[in-house]
């Protein structure tokens, strides 16, 4: 019943940045916690950056002072802007509304980061 609908991927060049977003449902938005999650091939999900419905932030130390994640209140959207992109971000980005545990992914979106 729950739907993230993620943009934003692509294909980057060491140093680039991209910015990706995710689409909650009104209801879901507003009182659930939003995060972003990453995983490369043969690696665990991690978590990248999280949001609470205060507006509270969590960031991932390998990605601190690079990525920044926002809310958009009246577009029900959670953004993470990625600057000063590394080959090491390469992974399958996820969006999640209410922690892992919650079971609201969206489909995932690919960010690669070569030469």
Do not use: H
Request: glycine share 12%; proline share 3%.
């Amino acid at each position: 019943q729950v739907q993230l609908v993620e943009s934003g991927g692509g294909l980057v060049q060491p140093g680039g940045s991209l910015r990706l977003s995710c689409v909650a449902s009104e209801i879901i938005f507003k009182i659930y916690a939003m995060g972003w999650y990453r995983q490369a091939p043969g690696k665990q999900r991690e978590l990248v950056a999280a949001i609470s419905s205060l507006g509270n932030t969590n960031v991932a130390d390998s990605v601190k002072g690079r990525f920044t994640i926002s809310r958009d209140n009246a577009r029900n959207t959670v953004y993470l802007q990625m600057k000063s992109l590394k080959p090491e971000d390469t992974a399958v980005y996820y969006c999640n509304a209410g922690g892992p545990s919650s079971g609201n992914w969206g489909q995932g979106t690919q960010v690669t980061v070569s030469s």
